[in-house]
């Protein structure tokens, strides 16, 4: 069983940075893509940034310049920094991850519980 965690949601405000993280557990015998995604009240999911086993990233439109994923692979862990927030950034955001467990020949794709970034108008 493999679970995705995340943590460092919370209350902002415009300008403000927040640093989000996820953390895969368990049976795990490697880890492909991780990404965040995130979805704003009554709008569909939207892809924020990906990072690759290599470490190379692609971004949304929207966050590019801002927005910042990075991961560790020793502690399989990949986080996403957040800069100059916007209240449009408001949104429940959910780890993603492609995992191949120990056990399987192929690799499946794993979801967080998801935390909320809010605005503090």
């Known amino acids: 069983q493999v679970q995705l965690v995340e943590s460092g949601g919370g209350l902002v405000q415009s300008g403000e940075s927040l640093r989000l993280s996820c953390v895969a557990s368990g049976s795990i015998l490697e880890i492909y893509n991780m990404a965040w995604y995130r979805r704003a009240p009554g709008q569909g999911r939207e892809l924020v940034a990906i990072?690759?086993?290599?470490?190379?990233?692609n971004y949304g439109d929207s966050v590019k310049g801002r927005f910042t994923i990075s991961r560790d692979n020793a502690k399989n862990t990949v986080s996403l920094q957040m800069n100059s927030l916007k209240p449009e950034d408001t949104a429940t955001y959910y780890c993603?991850?492609?995992?191949?467990?120990?056990?399987?020949?192929?690799?499946?794709?794993?979801w967080g519980q998801g935390t909320q970034v809010t605005f503090n108008s």
């Open positions: 990072i690759n086993e290599a470490g190379v990233t």
């Open positions: 993603s991850a492609r995992v191949r467990p120990s056990g399987l020949r192929f690799a499946l794709d794993y």
